[in-house]
């Protein structure tokens, strides 16, 4: 436990193993659900570069035309968008203290109304299958405690921030009182830094914030801005008695339960299916491209003939040829090669099975009790998300 308490980490942005064993699951879903302008960005990591011959310049002419014509399909994304529409079909049911009604309208300090927050946590732990949020009441100003007056007032008050699964990087858990706490979190955040030479422009910086106990189980937060130094910020948060807080205030969120083990992404799979399927769509595009530009071959030329007509010669009805006596023109068109598109269709049907539905939802014939299987199955996963969600 000696890690958890260490007054100086200079190795913050430190990630678990079990974070590093699934944050390529996530990159793909979380690139799937971005769309075909994310998948088609990432060029090399979803589409290989076909071997061909040529020049460089020549070979990465041909990739930029191959990865072009490919078609991806936003099927992860709009079963995504699905699924969240059914679970808020209505609307979720608020029951809170009066002196907490203001976060019905603004949850997270930032707009997002409880509803709004909801269905974004929801759809990323559908997503994902990870998530965390962390209640923090913003200092004053002047950077005393806030007073039981100021919450009361609304100059100060507390945000529900919610953070993705690839924002938590590191924690760790202790035994306290016979039962299992979080001791620590590193949670990795974004933020905008403005430029003192321009007032219209801003930096990205990166910060991670570590909430941890300390030997007495006092909760004390610390900002890094440099993974290398000391905290560049450190607060000792107190309660409404003046005390010092007890417990790190963050919840994790998971598609199987909300403790802090990484539960599997519940759209990994369509995701790999979605990307196999596009990768198809490649060579089914490129085929087509290729098989769908008849060739003219003529035979029975001479050499001399050839220097007398060196053309150019159209093809249609504008452009007729004169050839000589004994010549003849044909088109050579190559057979169209179906094994591309048969791969898409196999993969489509795949990824209706597992719950893709915007394709075609009746171009599978399934019985009564596989459609009640599936049904149950999507309702299971749902329940048991929103469940979670609710709880956290």
Known sequence: QKSVYWPCMSNVDFTRPEYDAVKNQWQMVRDCVSGPMEIKRRGEKYLPKPVTPGGQTEIDARYQSYLERATFYEVTA???SALIGQVFEKPPTVELPAAWEYLIDDFDGAGLTFTQHSKMVTADVLAMGRGGMLVDMVP????????QEDVQNNRVRPNVVFYTAESIINWETKVIDGQSKLAMVVLREYYNKK???DIFQFDVELRHRVLRLDEDDNLIIEIYEDKDSSPSVTYEPTDATGGRWKEIPFVF???????ERIDKPPLHALSDLNIAHYRNS???EQSVFLVGQPTPVVTGLTQAWIEKNPGPYTLGSAGAWTL???????LLEASPNSMAFEAMKHKEDQMKAIGAKLIDANAV???ATEAKIEASNEASLLVTIVQNVSDA
């Open 78 to 80: 709009n079963t995504q």
């Open 140 to 147: 004053r100003a002047d950077g005393e405690t806030p007073t």
């Open 195 to 197: 430029n003192d030479a």
């Open 253 to 259: 969120i998971g598609s199987e339960n909300n403790d």
């Open 282 to 284: 490649a060579d089914y």
């Open 324 to 330: 000589p006596t004994g010549a003849s023109a044909e």
């Open 365 to 367: 014939q399934r019985t």
